[in-house]
């Protein structure tokens, strides 16, 4: 497992990216994701942040909080698929990086991600995204 690291401009709003909003500066924001070995996205950042550190720094926290994690499930209405939610002490840390067909599935994928956390290590360098409509 590893902690991959993503950035990208303030044009390509994490939101827009399927990723919440959190604090994100002038220019760039970061997020980081669980990718398992067969390179899929197991889990990734409730929100942004404004730096590399302080990403890798949320995952961190999150990793030293398992214990303390409550598992909800998330349902997308239009479609009636399931995701997941992690939170620490009520607030997000981390969300499905899929959607299920079943809730109990979504559960079961955040259970394999929580224990799959303690094991991930961080990647090399940083996975930038690009605006593709930028000139």
């Not at 939101?15 to 398992?36: C, N």
């Not at 404004?50 to 998330?74: I, K, N």
């Amino acid at each position: 497992m590893r902690v991959q690291v993503l950035c990208g401009p303030a044009s390509v709003h994490p939101r827009r990216m399927g990723w919440p909003s959190g604090t994100i500066s002038h220019g760039e924001w970061y997020a980081w994701r669980l990718i398992g070995t067969n390179n899929h996205e197991l889990g990734r950042s409730a929100v942004s942040s404004g730096s590399y550190e302080s990403a890798l720094a949320a995952f961190d926290e999150l990793r030293d909080g398992l214990d303390r994690a409550v598992q909800l499930p998330v349902a997308e209405r239009p479609t009636g698929r399931w995701g997941w939610r992690l939170e620490l002490d009520g607030a997000p840390v981390a969300v499905s990086g899929r959607w299920y067909q079943r809730d109990k599935l979504s559960l079961l994928g955040a259970a394999k991600f929580v224990a799959l956390c303690a094991e991930a290590e961080p990647a090399e360098g940083v996975v930038a995204l690009l605006d593709r409509g930028a000139r």
